[in-house]
């Protein structure tokens, strides 16, 4: 019999097996009625019973069960249930174990959660998660009134909610990943969009040399970026973990360069690494590559390593920005 988190890397391998053989529109089923119709049905038989009240009552059981870090707050008056995620057992035992077989587990908790509460008269009005383990969402009934939700508790004050990436939701609808840069909600096509301007990914920095070549977008890692004797702006720098260059030099070199013409910050984020506070140095969240490359099939995560050095992710961001050309 598995642990209570134990089932977590299985459900990371089976989700990337179902996407990979039937694609996201099957995941998407999976979650829906495999997890959130049949599994966790008794969220709904709780919702029907006592509202928001009964939401509250199974899922504080959930969390006593599986230890989750978390603060519910509930105010059947204002009509709102809130959590507030510090620490996922799911998503940390991923973490904890080095685990990464789909591109993206996190959206996994929204593709059942959403139809659920559908089904019983409630919806979501706000969520972020930040693929480290913290998160926070807002849940209402549906045609009620509803007032603001409180913040007490708030993990966004949590100095950990700036390590990771952020997915975000509204009204039940996921937002643009990056809105500065594309309307694209997905990590993987905001990257395909990117670079299809371009006619050929050539990398500098260290790059295998049959990745090298032609003219187009230049991918370049971070520390030639900052080096004074690199020209050109390039269209990619990808940011090393640990980070191969000073973030506070990099912050300098990128914010010099004009809004529009500035490069689309990299970075693996890899799991069994330690989280980079890029936030604190003045810099964005850089967008997550893995979730391109493992949907490309370029990319499959062993646990403990050897993982790709720098110049080798290069190589395969460029790989995978010609493999999408060739698709077009």
């Known amino acids: 019999m598995l642990g209570c988190q134990d089932f977590c890397g299985h459900y990371d391998w089976t989700f990337h097996y179902v996407r990979r053989r039937w694609g996201n529109a099957a995941l998407e089923r999976l979650w829906r009625e495999a997890i959130g119709a049949d599994g966790q049905r008794h969220y709904a038989v709780q919702a029907a019973r006592g509202g928001l009240r009964g939401l509250y009552d199974a899922w504080t059981k959930t969390g006593q069960d599986e230890c989750c870090d978390w603060t519910f707050t509930l105010d059947e008056e204002g009509n709102f249930l809130r959590w507030d995620m510090r620490a996922c057992p799911s998503k940390g035992y991923l973490t904890e174990h080095d685990l990464c077989a789909d591109e993206d587990y996190c959206n996994h908790c929204m593709g059942w959660i959403i139809p659920l509460l559908e089904g019983v008269g409630a919806e979501l009005v706000e969520h972020e998660h930040n693929h480290c383990g913290q998160c926070w969402a807002v849940i209402r009934l549906r045609d009620r009134p509803a007032g603001p939700s409180s913040r007490v508790g708030d993990v966004r004050d949590d100095p950990r909610w700036n390590h990771g990436y952020l997915d975000r939701w509204a009204d039940g609808q996921p937002l643009p990943f990056f809105p500065e840069v594309s309307p694209a909600c997905d990590p993987c096509e905001l990257l395909a969009a990117w670079f299809s301007r371009y006619e050929r990914a050539n990398c500098s920095g260290g790059c295998p040399a049959n990745a090298v070549g032609g003219v187009g977008a230049l991918l370049m890692d971070a520390a030639a970026y900052v080096d004074p004797r690199r020209g050109g702006e390039p269209a990619g720098v990808l940011i090393g973990q640990p980070p191969n260059v000073d973030l506070a030099a990099l912050a300098a070199r990128y914010q010099a360069v004009p ?18 506070d ?51």
């Not at 499959?300 to 050095?309: D, F, L, S, Y």
């Open 278 to 328: 890029f936030l604190a140095a003045g810099l964005p969240r850089p967008v997550p590559i893995l979730p391109w490359l493992i949907r490309r099939g370029l990319y499959r995560h062993r646990p403990g390593g050897p993982h790709p050095t720098t110049a080798e992710f290069l190589a395969l961001l460029a790989a995978a920005r010609d493999a999408d050309r060739t698709r077009e």
């Open 259 to 276: 809004e529009g013409k500035r490069p689309l910050l990299l970075h693996a984020f890899l799991p069994g690494l330690p989280a980079i």
